[in-house]
């Protein structure tokens, strides 16, 4: 390590593990080790902040002198609404995300979740569980369509293994495209509400912003068709969840497969967890066996760019690089 080497400051939750390839990060920087109770102390100097407690708003804590020297931060985890905040937006601060690690574990959850419902799955475990054998006819998934919102890399990779199974798939976006290669084509999000309606599945998969907040509520939920299935694995406030209960109450939405929530743990006493058709997972779609070490080695190529990129304007050399205006990659929407 030479003279010159940057200093990271490496923020972990106090019960998870380093990352697995610490050693080879501390080959390449001075690594400052610290939680969010005492990340004020260790970024004075720092030139680099990894968040590998991705979900951490420490940072917007202790902005300010603090922060003077930062000049990069990679956050690992594909979102990052729990990061941005005003004052680092408006920052030289460069913000680089884990893109790419979660599209295909992901994407396969959401098949996954799309094949429990149409083969009712969930119904034959609880029928087992009465010991009581009921014939039923399923769906033929081949059949059905889907709108998948979120037009970036998790979207697109949901989009090319729902049509791999003959899924009809339509996305929707920022900005709405007659044709796609991944979609077909593309229906900007302000229009849904005239097109949601046309899909058997409705996968929210957008990233969090001040736009797409909320934007499942009751009048969307209303327009979608009766007996459709809304599969969430983005952000639990993308989806209004009072509005939710009140659509599967109704019998209107037949069911929902939720990953993510606007709080999490999810309350025990939250009423999705008893409301029919209902299928909710912890926060786990993309994280498949190996999840971790990928994140580290993405965090590490990174971090090699950094270390190259000599007098290079960081966002031109590094990876994955956010518009902090937008809140995701650009390109994606």
């Known amino acids: ?3 010159e080497s940057p200093v990271i400051a490496l923020l972990s939750a106090p019960d998870v593990a380093p990352p697995p390839n610490l050693a080879e990060i501390e080959e ?8 969010a109770d005492d990340l004020g102390e260790v970024l004075p100097g720092a030139d680099v902040l990894v968040l590998w407690d991705f979900f951490s708003r420490a940072l917007r804590d202790n902005w300010g002198p603090a922060t003077s020297s930062l000049r990069w931060v990679h956050v690992c985890a594909a979102g990052v609404d729990s ?16 893109h790419g690690v979660f599209d295909r574990p992901i994407a396969e959850f959401v098949l996954a979740s799309i094949f429990a419902r149409d083969k009712r799955l969930h119904e034959s475990m609880a029928l087992q569980r009465d010991h009581v054998w009921k014939h039923r006819e399923t769906v033929a998934t081949h059949r059905t369509s889907a709108l998948v919102i979120g037009t970036g890399g998790i979207g697109r990779a949901c989009a090319k293994m729902l049509r791999a199974v003959g899924i009809s798939v339509v996305g929707a976006g920022r900005t709405a495209r007659e044709t796609d290669p991944d979609f077909g084509h593309v229906i900007a999000t302000t229009e849904l509400t005239g097109h949601i309606g046309d899909f ?7 990233p969090l912003t001040a736009q797409t907040s909320g934007m499942i509520d009751a009048r969307m939920l209303a327009a979608m068709k009766p007996g459709a299935h809304l599969i969430n694995v983005g952000r639990g406030e993308l989806v209004d969840d009072a509005a939710l209960a009140d659509s599967l109450r109704s019998g209107h939405l037949g069911a929902a497969s939720l990953d993510v929530f606007a709080t999490e743990p999810l309350p025990a006493e939250s009423e999705l967890w008893d409301l029919p058709g209902v299928a909710i997972s912890a926060h786990m779609s993309g994280d498949a066996h190996g999840w971790r070490d990928a ?3 993405q965090a590490l190529e990174n971090l090699r760019r950094y270390v190259a990129a000599g007098a290079e304007p960081l966002a031109e050399v590094l990876v994955n690089v956010v518009d902090k205006e937008r809140g995701y990659i650009s390109g994606g929407g």
């Open 200 to 206: 058997d599945n409705v996968v929210t998969i957008a």
């Open 1 to 3: 390590m030479s003279p």
């Open 28 to 35: 390449l920087a001075t690594v400052r080790h610290c939680t």
């Open 83 to 98: 990061l941005l905040f005003d004052e680092l937006t408006a920052s030289d601060v460069v913000v680089t995300n884990a």
């Open 295 to 297: 994140l580290a080695d």
